[in-house]
Nanobody, 126 residues
Framework: QVQLVESGGGLVQAGGSLRLSCTPP????????MGWFRQAPGKERSFVAA????????FYADFVKGRFTISRDDPKNTVYLQMNSLKPEDTAIYYC???????????????????WGQGTQVTVSS
């Protein structure tokens, strides 16, 4: 089972920043769109951001636009989620996901992504 590994979560005060990282040990996802999702307690998993593999175009959920930035460094086989101006409502487990290779466009639906990590906890205190 292919596994993605997230890191960078933690506890931060409102207004602070965190940078999440995602790597696939032993495998490359340079030809796959990558996404970040999050799940707060008692809520469904929701889309945060995605980056395509061809051209690197990005798109975001409305509630993170202007605050979060997704990027990828293919030589380092790593995808990042830079989170600025964090709010208490951003508290959740954040998951990295990879779509099947060579899909030119994926959206924000979890079923479009094949590979998932175990998640990293982000807690924003008020």
């Amino acid at each position: 089972q292919v596994q993605l590994v997230e890191s960078g979560g933690g506890l931060v005060q409102a207004g602070g920043s965190l940078r999440l990282s995602c790597t696939p040990p032993g495998r490359t996802f340079s030809s796959s769109a990558m996404g970040w999702f999050r799940q707060a307690p008692g809520k469904e998993r929701s889309f945060v951001a995605a980056i395509m593999w061809s051209g690197g175009s990005t798109f975001y959920a409305d509630f993170v636009k202007g605050r979060f930035t997704i990027s990828r460094d293919d030589p380092k086989n790593t995808v990042y989620l830079q989170m600025n101006s964090l709010k208490p409502e951003d508290t959740a487990i954040y998951y990295c996901a990879a779509a099947p290779p060579f899909r030119l466009r994926v959206g924000g639906t979890p079923s479009e992504y094949t590979y998932w990590g175990q998640g990293t906890q982000v807690t924003v205190s008020s």
